[in-house]
């Protein structure tokens, strides 16, 4: 449990953070996405970091209760899955779906979810309710 309050405050603060981010700064990141499918390096070194942290977190906190931990785990194989889908995948599926997300309205959708679930990570993580034990 005391690793998933320490991933709850790191995930908590920096999905508030990048989702605030994301909501106010759409230009930036559609031209970052698009950034992402030009530059092969980038998409390597990203892809592979990704699916790392993704693989730490499943490997060392594959825990699916409370709600809390399994969302932390959620995002862990999120992170292998879209890491290794990179890596992996065909770069005209790649492609495909960057110019499918590559929207500003997916930014603002993606910012509010990211930013509702930052608040409630970041509320578990530092003991603003009372946890279950």
């Given at each position: 449990?005391p690793?998933?309050?320490?991933?709850a405050k790191?995930?908590?603060?920096?999905?508030i953070?990048?989702s605030?981010?994301?909501?106010?700064?759409?230009s930036f990141?559609?031209?970052?996405?698009?950034?992402?499918?030009?530059q092969?390096?980038?998409r390597l070194v990203?892809?592979?970091?990704?699916?790392?942290?993704?693989?730490?977190?499943v490997?060392?906190h594959?825990?699916?209760?409370?709600?809390?931990?399994?969302?932390?785990?959620?995002?862990g194989?999120?992170?292998?899955?879209?890491?290794?889908?990179?890596?992996?995948?065909p770069r005209?599926?790649?492609?495909r779906?960057i110019q499918?997300?590559?929207?500003?309205?997916?930014?603002v959708?993606?910012?509010i979810?990211?930013l509702?679930?930052?608040?409630y990570?970041t509320s578990?993580?530092?003991?603003?309710?009372?946890r279950?034990p």
């Amino acid at each position: 449990m005391p690793l998933t309050i320490l991933l709850a405050k790191v995930f908590g603060i920096a999905l508030i953070a990048v989702s605030l981010a994301l909501i106010a700064k759409r230009s930036f990141f559609e031209k970052i996405t698009r950034d992402f499918l030009q530059q092969d390096l980038l998409r390597l070194v990203i892809s592979f970091s990704e699916m790392v942290a993704g693989l730490f977190i499943v490997v060392g906190h594959n825990v699916w209760s409370p709600a809390p931990a399994a969302i932390i785990t959620f995002l862990g194989w999120v992170f292998v899955l879209e890491g290794g889908s990179y890596l992996l995948l065909p770069r005209h599926w790649t492609e495909r779906f960057i110019q499918a997300v590559n929207r500003p309205h997916f930014f603002v959708a993606s910012g509010i979810l990211g930013l509702v679930l930052g608040l409630y990570l970041t509320s578990y993580g530092f003991g603003l309710w009372p946890r279950l034990p």
